[in-house]
């Protein structure tokens, strides 16, 4: 069972337009949210979180949105550029007790900019 | 300068084999993580240790054992080693409560059991 999902495996954009990343998630015990950017045989590096209590966090180029009531958040890219390309995680964070945090991870999406 | 590193970056081995891989962070992080991405490229957690202590074990078979000499350390130790063991494992790191429960990630191992 998948709590958290990425329905879309690729997307690609063109340079200078918007890209939008979609994630959905079933458990309403999880209390943030993150994306995470992977690029080929790399380890996957944080970008940007959100916390539930919030609809919205930016972070220059980089918009995470959140609509607690649809069990959905989206990832906003503008203006995309050919170096955004890469695999984009979306996460869930919940506790585990003595400040650990296990991270439920979506199978991530694939963005290709076209320049 | 590497913030989590892990080694080897490739091992490919024979089944039935024993392996570790080792994780290294110099963040300073108390909680020290492995993760599995399998070939339908999940990423699922698979330990979890803080202050030397196992927190998270999400029903990973025994012949896999976390050690961490330290706090700096966590290394995976994986006995007879099965086909459907090959995947890549990434190591992180986070501090208690850190920013936004951010998680740093070494740059993986890939593991290819024959």
């Known amino acids: 069972d998948q709590q958290v999902k990425q329905n879309s495996p690729s997307l690609s954009v063109q340079e200078g337009r918007i890209s939008i990343l979609n994630c959905d998630y079933t458990?309403?015990?999880?209390?943030?949210f993150l994306w995470y950017k992977k690029y080929p045989a790399e380890g996957p590096t944080f970008l940007i979180s959100?916390?539930?209590?919030?609809d919205k966090n930016e972070d220059g180029r980089f918009t995470v949105f959140l609509n607690k009531s649809a069990k959905h958040l989206s990832l906003h890219i503008v203006p995309s550029q050919p170096g955004d390309s890469a695999v984009y995680f979306c996460?869930?964070?919940?506790?585990?007790?003595?400040?650990?945090?296990?991270?439920?991870f979506g199978k991530g999406t694939k963005l290709s900019v076209i320049p | 300068d590497t913030a989590v590193s892990q080694t080897p970056k490739y091992l490919v081995t024979q089944m039935g084999n024993d392996k570790s891989i080792k994780c290294e962070q110099n963040?300073?992080?108390?909680?020290m993580y492995w993760y599995k991405q399998d070939s339908k490229k999940f990423l699922k957690i698979m330990f979890s240790?803080?202050?030397?202590?196992?927190?998270i074990n999400e029903t990973v078979p025994n012949r896999f054992s976390p050690k961490s000499p330290d706090k700096a350390h966590l290394n995976l130790h994986i006995n007879s080693l099965e086909l459907g063991d090959s995947a890549v494992y990434f190591c992180?790191?986070?501090?208690?409560?850190?920013?936004?429960?951010?998680?740093?990630f070494g740059p993986g191992t890939r593991l290819t059991v024959l």
């Open positions: 992180a790191s986070s501090l208690p409560g850190g920013v936004a429960h951010e998680q740093f």
């Open positions: 240790y803080n202050n030397k202590e196992l927190i």
């Open positions: 959100i916390s539930s209590i919030k």
């Open positions: 458990n309403s015990m999880f209390d943030y």
């Open positions: 963040l300073g992080h108390d909680t």
């Open positions: 996460a869930a964070s919940g506790s585990s007790g003595a400040g650990s945090y296990q991270l439920t």
